[in-house]
């Protein structure tokens, strides 16, 4: 079992900077693809990024250049480093942790944190 807790999320205005962090505990040693999700009020959950354990990374377009993903193995930590923030980014954000090679199929996912809002105002 593997229970993943998120922190960081808030409200910010546009142009502003977020990182949140998802803490990892138990069977942390099993090699995962971790990633980050969002969804926003009235729309379904979306990929935001993934790193799998040999380091890959993906993000969904609309992030990219503006979002980083990273994990710190040491202090099995995922982060997420979020800049240049938009009102379109406003969501509750999720870590997940599941099956390797990443994918954005939510169903190869099998441990969720409970969640963290960020709130982006124009």
């Known amino acids: 079992q593997v229970q993943l807790v998120e922190s960081g999320g808030g409200s910010v205005q546009a142009g502003g900077s977020l990182r949140l962090s998802c803490a990892a505990f138990?069977?942390?040693?099993?090699?995962?693809?971790w990633a980050w999700f969002r969804q926003a009020p009235g729309k379904e959950r979306e990929g935001v990024a993934s790193?799998?354990?040999?380091?890959?990374?993906t993000y969904v377009d609309s992030v990219k250049g503006r979002f980083t993903i990273s994990k710190d193995n040491a202090k099995n930590t995922l982060y997420l480093q979020m800049n240049s923030l938009k009102p379109e980014d406003t969501a509750m954000y999720y870590c997940?942790?599941?099956?390797?090679?990443?994918?954005?199929?939510?169903?190869?996912?099998?441990?969720w944190g409970q969640g963290t809002q960020v709130t982006v105002s124009s």
């Open positions: 138990g069977y942390t040693y099993i090699t995962y693809c």
């Open positions: 997940a942790a599941g099956f390797r090679p990443c994918t954005w199929h939510e169903t190869r996912f099998h441990y």
């Open positions: 790193i799998d354990s040999d380091g890959s990374i």
